[in-house]
């Protein structure tokens, strides 16, 4: 069963007050590291109030005036709240209606790479300094007094008054630039659509660039500190690619008229997908064509790709609030994967995304003090603990099984009318669900439930006997917690359980939705059985001995897929790692892999094999141990051997690597 959770009120601003429309004016000054800020705002105030409360911090309010019905009136009282990290207006009388709110303030450039913050670089030998932003979760508020929660949407209007030599990037395309006296420019910018204050952003910097258009005509531009652009060239490819695959993908248009990605030296996160002008790390965006490792070109692909399907997911449709963080880092994380696999088939892109982003979902969930995907979140200050594999990777994973279950046609369906009904505005989770649920006619929502609002995920014990003339697996599910512990709130999952046998061709699903369940397989089903086929879906399985005897025989004659291999292998390890079966028998099934031939298989027995050396250090047989393993990685370490081939593809230059490290 689910078990519910109790629901923590978040502290939210007061809804009396509605922001519709912010125009924005920054000075920045480098020289002392501060800028000076004027906004007004249009708001509806939609009852009677005499004070208005919003976000802000670190910031020094000068003054603030409100203009409604021909009157202007001015702040009496200005009361910050450091905790709360609001500031409140009291205009000492009632307003009701339509108003501009007008605030002059000063901030500083920080160096904490959050809110506004300044950036440094070299230039000819020389340290320069410029500014950049960086708002998610909750830091707009540090660089302008906001309606800082992802519901409270509005369009802005920026203009930036930089130094004249500078390039000064936002959102939107520019609309005007003029000079302003005292070597600075003004440079104004198109108006946004409606969208959350976390998204906003800009960048003033010494920067070149590349540029392109898409095969929509949406122009596409990589941005880097002088010396760089040429670094940003597989960046900009990939952008081009990615960005019109999506518009289709998803069936509705790029919604901006321009596309901008920056490179940043001094970046705390990945990257960050802000609407129109995504910012990055170097390291995740720049790929030198001599230097750089393969992975660092494929991690560059997968960054970007990510950041775009933002552009989609969290941007044009937004979480309503944090508790839903997953729907856009889940969803990005599980259609980022799809580009790229599109773009360069011959990565394997999925076998690595089993070897990564599902095995680490599944090992991060099995500790028993993880968490649900949806996660209740009261203040800003609970926010960044959400940004865990949890959150990324079981938020992807979840994804990838429903869609497995529902077919590619329904999935995409449903997504597009979950992303038009909601354009431009904020959904929660269910909303989701719903959507899928009305476009396949499947019990989605009963069964994402039991992934994302309970802790961790099932192991499905299974065994064959034969009924009559039928073979029949009996499946039993119970919480799988991998130190070995009971799961005292005997929690159960509604799974959607696949199946494929030696004499299918095609996996078979079933909706398990109790703690017991048969599953037919027909007459003269004798052969092996995997369930889980491609690993798509968010659980483990442990067989019984005559199944899992002939699941190794199905290793061994090449039979089981890629995926199937790896999954079944991982399974194998963690299980015995929980006290399911014994580490003996992990290991005679391992030595079925001894002619194993992928990248991504490797890894997963790489890194097993590194826990049990670890764990056996002190053991008396931990040398027969390092014989053991040193003799299964011979074979695939000759067959590489040492030097690069002309025909080697990128996967067989990581593997040759990890054949020669073991």
């Keep these: 069963m689910i078990k519910a959770e109790k629901k923590k009120t978040p502290i939210l601003l007061p809804d009396v007050v509605e922001p519709v429309h912010y125009r924005l004016e920054f000075k920045i000054d480098l020289d002392n590291f501060t800028f000076h800020g004027k906004e007004d705002v249009s708001i509806t105030i939609k009852g009677p109030s005499s004070r208005i409360t919003l976000h802000a911090v670190d910031l020094e309010i000068k003054k603030a005036w409100l203009t409604a019905d021909g009157q202007v009136?001015?702040?009496?009282?200005?009361?910050?709240?450091?905790?709360?990290?609001?500031?409140?207006?009291?205009?000492?009388?009632?307003?009701?209606?339509?108003?501009?709110?007008?605030?002059?303030?000063?901030?500083?450039?920080?160096?904490?790479?959050?809110?506004?913050?300044?950036?440094?670089?070299?230039?000819?030998?020389?340290?320069?300094?410029?500014?950049?932003?960086?708002?998610?979760?909750?830091?707009?508020?540090?660089?302008?007094?906001?309606?800082?929660?992802?519901?409270r949407k509005a369009e802005f209007t920026v203009s930036l008054v930089v130094p004249e030599h500078l390039t000064a990037l936002s959102n939107m395309p520019v609309v005007?630039?003029?000079?302003?006296?005292?070597?600075?420019?003004?440079?104004?910018?198109?108006?946004?659509?409606?969208?959350?204050?976390?998204?906003?952003?800009?960048?003033?910097?010494?920067?070149?660039?590349?540029?392109?258009?898409?095969?929509?005509?949406?122009?596409?531009?990589?941005?880097?500190?002088?010396?760089?652009?040429?670094?940003?060239?597989?960046s900009l490819d990939c952008a081009l690619h990615t960005l019109p695959y999506f518009s289709e993908w998803f069936g509705i248009p790029y919604a901006l008229p321009k596309l901008d990605m920056v490179s940043l030296p001094d970046f705390a996160a990945g990257a960050m997908e802000n609407w129109g002008l995504i910012t990055y790390r170097e390291t995740a965006m720049l790929v030198d064509p001599v230097n750089s490792a393969v992975t660092a070109k494929q991690?560059?692909?997968?960054?970007?790709?990510?950041?775009?399907?933002?552009?989609?997911?969290?941007?044009?449709?937004?979480?309503?609030?944090?508790?839903?963080?997953?729907?856009?880092?889940?969803?990005?994380?599980?259609?980022?994967?799809?580009?790229v696999d599109r773009q360069f088939p011959d990565w394997n892109v999925w076998t690595q995304y089993v070897a990564d982003d599902f095995l680490i979902a599944l090992h991060k969930d099995s500790l028993k003090n993880t968490h649900p995907v949806e996660v209740p979140v009261k203040n800003p200050y609970e926010i960044s603990e959400l940004f865990d594999a949890i959150t990324y990777r079981k938020g992807s994973v979840v994804n990838r099984m429903i869609e497995h279950y529902l077919g590619e046609e329904d999935f995409r369906r449903g997504l597009n009318a979950y992303l038009n009904r909601h354009s431009y505005n904020n959904a929660k989770t269910e909303d989701l669900w719903q959507a899928l649920e009305e476009?396949?006619?499947?019990?989605?929502?009963?069964?994402?439930?039991?992934?994302?609002?309970?802790?961790?995920?099932?192991?499905?014990?299974?065994?064959?006997?034969?009924?009559?003339?039928?073979?029949?697996?009996?499946?039993?599910?119970?919480?799988?917690?991998?130190?070995?512990?009971?799961?005292?709130?005997?929690?159960?999952?509604?799974?959607?359980v696949g199946v494929l046998t030696s004499n299918s061709g095609d996996p078979i699903f079933k909706y398990m939705e109790s703690q017991r369940m048969d599953f037919p397989l027909g007459a003269g089903a004798d052969g092996w059985v995997k369930l889980n086929p491609s690993q798509s879906g968010f659980y483990r399985v442990l067989y019984s001995p005559d199944l899992l005897s002939k699941l190794i025989g199905a290793v061994e004659s090449g039979e089981l897929g890629t995926v199937d291999r790896l999954g079944f292998l991982d399974d194998v390890f963690a299980l015995s790692r929980a006290g399911y079966m014994k580490t003996s028998q992990a290991l005679s099934v391992l030595s079925a892999y001894r002619n194993e031939t992928d990248f991504s298989v490797w890894t997963a027995i790489s890194k097993n094999l590194r826990y049990l050396s670890i764990l056996l250090t002190e053991e008396p047989w931990k040398d027969a141990f390092n014989i053991f393993a040193r003799e299964l990685f011979r074979h695939i370490a000759h067959s590489k051997g040492w030097d690069k081939s002309p025909g080697d593809s990128h996967l067989d230059v990581m593997l040759r690597s990890l054949a020669l490290r073991n």
């Excluded at 070597?183 to 910097?205: N, Q, W």
């Excluded at 449709?317 to 580009?339: C, H, I, R």
């Excluded at 039928?470 to 959607?496: A, C, H, Y």
């Design 73 to 151: 009136i001015e702040a009496r009282k200005i009361t910050g709240d450091r905790k709360k990290e609001t500031v409140t207006f009291d205009f000492g009388k009632e307003i009701k209606g339509v108003a501009n709110l007008n605030i002059e303030f000063e901030g500083k450039l920080n160096d904490k790479m959050h809110g506004f913050y300044r950036t440094s670089y070299n230039l000819n030998g020389v340290k320069r300094y410029g500014a950049a932003t960086q708002f998610e979760a909750t830091d707009a508020r540090r660089a302008f007094p906001c309606w800082d929660e992802p519901a």
């Design 176 to 234: 005007g630039e003029e000079m302003v006296g005292s070597g600075f420019k003004r440079v104004t910018y198109e108006t946004t659509p409606i969208m959350s204050t976390y998204l906003l952003a800009f960048v003033i910097a010494d920067l070149e660039s590349i540029e392109s258009r898409d095969r929509n005509g949406v122009p596409v531009r990589v941005w880097t500190t002088p010396g760089k652009k040429e670094q940003g060239r597989f």
């Design 299 to 339: 991690r560059v692909a997968e960054v970007v790709d990510h950041e775009l399907a933002h552009q989609w997911f969290g941007n044009l449709v937004t979480m309503q609030w944090w508790d839903d963080l997953w729907l856009n880092e889940g969803f990005a994380s599980y259609m980022g994967p799809k580009a």
């Design 439 to 496: 476009v396949s006619g499947k019990p989605v929502r009963a069964i994402m439930a039991s992934y994302t609002k309970q802790p961790g995920y099932p192991v499905v014990l299974v065994k064959s006997e034969k009924r009559g003339d039928e073979q029949v697996l009996s499946l039993e599910q119970k919480r799988f917690i991998v130190n070995g512990s009971k799961d005292k709130e005997n929690l159960t999952w509604k799974i959607p």
